[in-house]
C-alpha cells in the first residue's frame, strides 16, 4: 500500500506502528477513498483526530464514506 511520504519515517520493518500513526494512515487512506482533495485537508486537524481512540477514528472515517457516497 502506498504510504504518504510524510508518514514513512514511523514505518520501521518489523516494527508495529504506534497507535496514532496507525489512525493517522487510516484517516489519510479514507479521504484518498473520498476523494477530498490535498487542499481541503487540514493536517494539524488530521493530526489531532489520529490522536483520539480508535472508535472515534472509525466513526470519522464512517462520516467520509457516508459523505463520498452522498456525493457520487
Known amino acids: 500500500m502506498p504510504i504518504a ?3 514513512r519515517g514511523a514505518l ?4 508495529d506502528l504506534p497507535a496514532t500513526r496507525a489512525h493517522e494512515v487510516l484517516l489519510h487512506c479514507a479521504m484518498d477513498a473520498a476523494c477530498v482533495p490535498p487542499s481541503l ?5 488530521t493530526a489531532r483526530i489520529a ?3 480508535y472508535q ?3 466513526t470519522v472515517i ?3 464514506r457516508a459523505a463520498s457516497s452522498r456525493n457520487s
Open 62 to 64: 464512517a462520516w467520509l
Open 12 to 15: 520501521k520493518v518489523g516494527e
Open 5 to 7: 511520504s510524510s508518514l
Open 41 to 45: 485537508r487540514e493536517a494539524g486537524a
Open 56 to 58: 472515534t477514528v472509525v
Open 51 to 53: 490522536e483520539l481512540d
